[in-house]
């Protein structure tokens, strides 16, 4: 008798703890980057009356007889499904199109992980979430001292080409291939200095479409840049060309005015008419692993050939603030110059199951989440951003109030067991009458 009292019991107490994470998960049916909870139960212990036997000569076998009190909760899972995105019209809002975290790290070094990118800069320039907490990346050395021989990323051309099959700029002129010419519009191309690069040759970077020209020297000659535009590989992981384009690839020329011989890398991007924002040419640091990201102070050229070669103690005021897919920052100046601030680095968590909830969105990997690794949006499995939106609750609204009725129900009926056997132990007790 009494052990359907206690099966009763146990039946409330995991009822209640269900309908706990239900009310959790529907009070947080808007809350940006929430991940819905479930309950699930098990069997508890079992008395057993009579064990199993094998059959023999003379009887049969039997089974065993138990008498079990009740049930309790199994697992409380976390559902990592991803929410859909949410546009806000807030620029530094981002979402993660696909798998990934975003990384925060408090003032003790202490690191969390988010969906919620409610990014912002605070007072001193700190790249911040909507905590205050530090988001994690990578940011810009955008220096080069006497001891580098590697001119960082410099822009001779950012212009999007008016028509598809050519790109004028400042005296020069790149003639594509018909077919690769319309493949091409959008392209922008840049030089990157290396002292111990071999002659010059080009890469295209078809996912982010830039054409990046490597050279050892800080001048081009036409013919030089002409033939390792015509023999371009295709960066690894972005992509492959069609075969028309590969094969009309030889049909690329590069011209100039009249007295116009090579290209000076230089220090200073080429603004066209009718093109893209001039930039700052910058190079992450990847080397010295995850920091925060913050803005620059004022650039200046100390020295006045066009390198900008210090930086003000100052906070940068920049403008029009942006987040590419790829995760990396820029703005522009009071000059109109882009200036790149840093990039933001997401966490691959081969057990997302396995965090622990913390409260205000965060999670924390404590054991069992397997190996993270960090990597740029794009990189490997983890998603791009998409700036403008968050990410929203992935509650299934009516499946926790179809739950709730359930759970309601095997509340009552819960509580019918322990108001039956209550009646039927005053029936005994009644018997000495």
């Given at each position: 008798?009494?052990?359907?009292?206690?099966?009763?019991?146990?039946?409330?107490?995991?009822?209640?703890?269900?309908?706990?994470?239900?009310?959790?998960?529907?009070?947080?049916?808007?809350?940006?980057?929430?991940?819905?909870?479930?309950?699930?139960?098990?069997?508890?212990?079992?008395?057993?009356?009579?064990?199993?036997?094998?059959?023999?000569?003379?009887?049969?076998?039997?089974?065993?007889?138990?008498?079990?009190?009740?049930?309790?909760?199994?697992?409380?899972?976390?559902?990592?499904?991803?929410?859909?995105?949410?546009?806000?019209?807030?620029?530094?809002d981002v979402f993660i199109d696909g798998e990934g975290y975003f990384i925060a790290r408090d003032a003790n070094g202490g690191e969390k992980y988010t969906r919620v990118g409610v990014l912002n800069f605070d007072g001193d320039g700190n790249l911040v979430d909507g905590n205050g907490n530090y988001i994690c990346g990578y940011p810009v050395a955008r220096y080069t001292d006497t001891t580098v021989d590697h001119v960082q990323g410099e822009i001779i051309?950012?212009?999007?080409?008016?028509?598809?099959?050519?790109?004028?700029?400042?005296?020069?002129?790149?003639?594509?291939?018909?077919?690769?010419?319309?493949?091409?519009?959008?392209?922008?191309?840049?030089?990157?200095?290396?002292?111990?690069?071999?002659?010059?040759?080009?890469?295209?970077?078809?996912?982010?479409?830039?054409?990046?020209?490597?050279?050892?020297?800080?001048?081009?000659?036409?013919?030089?840049?002409?033939?390792?535009?015509?023999?371009?590989?295709?960066?690894?992981?972005?992509?492959?060309?069609?075969?028309?384009?590969?094969?009309?690839?030889?049909?690329?020329?590069?011209?100039?005015?009249?007295?116009?011989?090579?290209?000076?890398?230089?220090?200073?991007?080429?603004?066209?008419?009718?093109?893209?924002?001039?930039?700052?040419?910058?190079?992450?640091?990847?080397?010295?692993?995850?920091?925060?990201?913050?803005?620059?102070?004022?650039?200046?050229?100390?020295?006045?050939?066009?390198?900008?070669?210090?930086?003000?103690?100052?906070?940068?005021?920049?403008?029009?603030?942006?987040?590419?897919?790829?995760?990396?920052?820029?703005?522009?100046?009071?000059?109109?110059?882009?200036?790149?601030?840093?990039?933001?680095?997401?966490?691959?968590?081969?057990?997302?199951?396995?965090?622990?909830?913390?409260?205000?969105?965060?999670?924390?990997?404590?054991?069992?989440?397997?190996?993270?690794?960090?990597?740029?949006?794009?990189?490997?499995?983890?998603?791009?951003?998409?700036?403008?939106?968050?990410?929203?609750?992935?509650?299934?609204?009516?499946?926790?109030?179809?739950?709730?009725?359930?759970?309601?129900?095997?509340?009552?009926?819960?509580?019918?067991?322990?108001?039956?056997?209550?009646?039927?132990?005053?029936?005994?007790?009644?018997?000495?009458?």
């Amino acid at each position: 008798m009494m052990r359907a009292l206690y099966s009763g019991v146990s039946g409330l107490k995991t009822h209640q703890s269900k309908m706990d994470v239900i009310g959790n998960n529907i009070s947080n049916v808007n809350t940006y980057g929430y991940k819905a909870q479930r309950a699930t139960f098990k069997d508890s212990f079992y008395q057993t009356i009579t064990g199993s036997a094998d059959a023999t000569g003379v009887l049969g076998g039997s089974n065993p007889a138990q008498v079990g009190y009740g049930s309790t909760i199994n697992t409380i899972d976390v559902l990592h499904t991803n929410g859909g995105y949410v546009p806000t019209g807030m620029a530094m809002d981002v979402f993660i199109d696909g798998e990934g975290y975003f990384i925060a790290r408090d003032a003790n070094g202490g690191e969390k992980y988010t969906r919620v990118g409610v990014l912002n800069f605070d007072g001193d320039g700190n790249l911040v979430d909507g905590n205050g907490n530090y988001i994690c990346g990578y940011p810009v050395a955008r220096y080069t001292d006497t001891t580098v021989d590697h001119v960082q990323g410099e822009i001779i051309l950012e212009k999007t080409p008016a028509t598809p099959a050519k790109i004028d700029v400042k005296g020069l002129h790149i003639t594509l291939g018909q077919e690769s010419g319309a493949f091409f519009n959008g392209f922008k191309i840049r030089t990157v200095t290396e002292a111990a690069a071999v002659g010059v040759t080009a890469e295209a970077d078809l996912a982010n479409k830039i054409i990046t020209v490597v050279t050892n020297d800080t001048d081009i000659d036409l013919a030089d840049l002409e033939d390792a535009l015509q023999n371009m590989t295709v960066k690894a992981g972005s992509g492959v060309f069609p075969t028309a384009i590969e094969d009309d690839l030889a049909n690329i020329s590069v011209s100039a005015d009249a007295g116009v011989t090579n290209i000076s890398t230089g220090t200073t991007s080429t603004k066209a008419t009718g093109g893209q924002d001039e930039k700052v040419s910058t190079v992450l640091d990847k080397a010295n692993g995850l920091q925060q990201i913050k803005k620059p102070g004022t650039l200046i050229d100390t020295d006045g050939d066009g390198n900008y070669d210090a930086e003000a103690i100052d906070v940068m005021q920049l403008s029009s603030i942006s987040i590419g897919p790829n995760g990396v920052i820029s703005g522009q100046d009071a000059n109109g110059m882009i200036i790149e601030i840093g990039q933001i680095a997401l966490a691959n968590i081969p057990n997302p199951a396995a965090l622990t909830l913390q409260g205000d969105s965060y999670l924390k990997a404590i054991s069992n989440t397997g190996e993270i690794s960090y990597g740029v949006p794009g990189d490997g499995t983890v998603g791009l951003l998409v700036s403008g939106g968050l990410e929203n609750s992935n509650v299934d609204l009516a499946n926790e109030l179809t739950d709730m009725i359930i759970t309601q129900r095997g509340f009552q009926a819960n509580s019918r067991i322990i108001t039956v056997g209550d009646e039927m132990l005053q029936e005994i007790v009644n018997l000495k009458r």
